[in-house]
């Protein structure tokens, strides 16, 4: 499987990239990818979502009228449910939406989610970034070098600070270490932008 190549200034190499068959394979696993990315989604939700049952709502201690004789239906507190004002059936309350997924099918999703990319085409190899220090304008005009529509995907060969830093204000641009992405940031992605190096890294191992 092939990628598209570029320096690192953003021009087209004449030959594309060879990438690696780890992890590049083809195959995607539809139901574990989608199983991963909604556990990621689930476990992203903060949970703190309440309501007001009829111990916690204000009022109502005392009954509204007496049980018999008034020829109204009976009530035993103007905090109930019915009544404006009164408590929530059934409403949500704090809990934890956090879901647990093995690490085999973590990677199974990276996997799965990095072989879609490159079957469509979504995938740019480029050549080790050298920035020296925290510059947004290089970053941009990588970018527009390489024609760089939607949310892009900039994987590292490791933690490189200048390249996030330059990169962290350039809206829809994500910079990640490639030992460090999840499946649902390569699904966010328009487009994956990977250093060489990470690959020539990766295929070693």
Known sequence: MKAKAYTAAGKARSSGFELPGDPFDGTVN???LHQVVTAIRANQRQGTHSTKTR???RGGSRKPWRQKGTGRARQGSIR???WRGGAVVFGPQPRSYRTEVPKAMKRLAIR???NARALDGSVAVIEPLAIDAPRTKAIIEL???LEASGNVLLLTDGLKREVYLSGRNVPSLLVKPW???SAYDILWSDLVIVEESALSVEEER
């Open 143 to 145: 970018l527009e070098a």
């Open 80 to 82: 109930a449910p019915q």
């Open 30 to 32: 539809e139901a574990v």
């Open 55 to 57: 111990q916690s709502v």
């Open 112 to 114: 799965s989610a990095l």
């Open 179 to 181: 030992g460090e992405v």
